[in-house]
């Protein structure tokens, strides 16, 4: 595509106009409209091109991220896009691709051709890319249906920030269900949950509640690695965020993925406003929470109040509708599952699961006298207690050579 020509069709991008803001694609807009104004302008304008280019290594990759992320009148029409809309995405892939051809070598050229100025040779170049792997908005249509679209679409976990936004996390925690021997009961419970989440069935939010220790939040964070392939995101919250909660439903409400709001070692007091509020949120508001939202808490109690023997004997006339109010939130969780300090026999069981995948070649009894040892130590069995005492022994195996 001549130059001049493909500068026009760059300017006017319509569907995937919000590429325009793209570094890479914003700096191929400056270095094209350059080539009708002076030597100077386009060696300034080509640098920062190839300052875009060395910066994203793969700009296929780049541009083919900026369009997946992207919202635009495609992704607001996925189910049903008009014909015309159709054409003119497929007129803004076929720029966006007659970009990537482009190399250093050809816009020097052209640029020295035009402006007399042979010197433009010595800038430095960059190789053509790839083209995208769709080629019409049929196509594109497609790729966004199978990938999902959007803010969303750049991780499987994110988090709530302390202004209220939502980042991605950039390297989650990859812990898989693999690496959690026991429990085995408890996990099946949130699997058979999370599945009929994801294929659009009755769903319950649950709480894991029980003693420290025993993967409550690891749980959750590996069913999610689990079905991430699926469409699954995991939202990290800090329950002071909980006041976020109605402009985060917004936010996923028309996403196309399914979301669980994590809320890890969920506790209030009395006086805590964020206690109403979450019961509001999860079930009694007016609003009402997504069909593609589910609430995966965690605590070490059942009733996520501290309460002490003063409220109890206090002196209200009507206790009981005081110890209601206690109840009130995990009660509102359809799924209540108890994570309890394991008992010997259990103990052992995931210790000997997590020698095995690490390679710790002890006899059984010697094994296992010593797990009990650590866990003496320790303050009692639980699986963390098993995974320190393996990575321990591991860590002195280690020095000892």
Known sequence: MELSALSLRLCGLAVLRGLHSHPLVHAYLDTLSALGRSADEFASCYGALCQAQFACRDASQAILDAVHFDLNALTDTIDDPAPALLAATTRDIETLNALLALDGAALKSAAAARMGAPALGDL???????????????????????????????????AVQEDGTVATITHPDAIRLRDLPGYERQKQQILQNTLAFLDGRTANNILLYGDKGTGKSSTVKAVANEYAGHGLKIIEMSPRHISCFPKLFADVLHAPFHFIVFLDDLSFRREDDNFAALKAFIEGGLAGKPKNLVIYATSNRRHLIHE??????????????????????????????????????????????????????????????????????RNGRSPRTARQFISQHLAEKYDNR
């Open 308 to 377: 002490t023997f003063a409220d109890r004997m206090g002196d209200e006339v009507r206790v009981r509708d005081s110890l209601e109010t206690v109840t009130s939130l995990s009660d509102r969780f359809g799924l209540e599952i108890t994570f309890s300090v394991p008992d010997k026999d259990e103990y052992l069981y995931i210790v000997d699961r997590l020698a095995a995948e690490s390679g710790v070649d002890l006899p059984a009894g010697e094994l296992h006298l010593l797990a009990e040892r650590f866990a003496l130590r």
């Open 124 to 158: 430095p170049d960059f190789t053509p890319s790839v083209p995208l792997p769709f080629q019409d908005g049929a196509a594109l249509a497609a790729y966004y249906r199978a990938h999902g679209y959007g803010f969303y679409a750049q991780s499987s976990a994110f």
